[in-house]
């Protein structure tokens, strides 16, 4: 098995675990649905599960095509795995401080409460973030144009996941979004 391929597999296997996980907990903790089925989450679902199988599958060809290597394969590695370690821990901290107002997509039907603190301090959105993180991380990794593409494909889609969100969110607390948008960016900047 290549490098690249072990690394994918073993983050893989970290970040899904945790998503997982907490979907699993969580369901049994509030015992309803904690997944919305709205067009924006479906997409996004099949486009990351597309992104991280296409990206397996380039981690295994001896010369993945659309490959465009500008940096040292060591540097490239080391990059690769800052990215991907960022994208667990901002992950993790995401999973943990959203708590039971965690939701796969917008579930109209559902009040959560406004999260403000932990790494909601930083960012609206540090889920997404871990996201585009790992976007970041496989491109960077097998240093493929064909993933930069899609990375911005992804970006979108997540984009497209925030403004449904934030739309739920502001009518579920309206001055209180507000006020927290002004003060948290919805990315990191």
């Known amino acids: 098995m290549k490098e690249a391929t072990l690394v994918i597999l073993v983050h893989q296997l970290l970040y899904q675990g945790?998503?997982?996980a907490?979907?699993?907990?969580l369901r049994r903790k509030l015992?309803?649905?904690?997944?919305?089925?709205?067009?924006?989450?479906n997409l996004s679902i099949a486009f990351f599960a597309l992104f991280i199988g296409l990206s397996i599958w380039l981690a295994q060809a001896d010369v993945p095509p659309g490959s465009y290597p500008v940096l040292n394969a060591g540097f490239a590695l080391l990059l690769g795995l800052a990215l991907l370690g960022a994208n667990l821990l901002i992950g993790?901290?995401?999973?943990?401080?959203?708590?039971?107002s965690w939701r796969v997509g917008v579930i109209e039907e559902q009040q959560t409460a406004l999260v403000e603190s932990?790494?909601?301090?930083?960012?609206?959105n540090p889920y997404f973030v871990a996201y585009l993180l790992m976007f970041a991380g496989y491109t960077v990794l097998l240093q493929s144009a064909i993933l930069l593409v899609l990375s911005a494909v992804g970006f979108m889609l997540i984009h497209l996941m925030i403004l449904r969100e934030e739309k739920h969110l502001?009518?579920?607390?309206?001055?209180?979004y507000q006020a927290y948008c002004q003060r948290v960016p919805r990315y990191l900047f």
């Open 18 to 20: 945790m998503f997982f």
């Open 92 to 100: 993790l901290a995401s999973l943990r401080d959203l708590g039971d």
């Open 170 to 176: 502001v009518t579920l607390h309206p001055q209180d």
């Open 22 to 25: 907490k979907n699993a907990l």
């Open 118 to 124: 932990g790494i909601y301090r930083l960012s609206r």
């Open 31 to 41: 015992g309803k649905p904690i997944r919305g089925y709205n067009p924006e989450a």
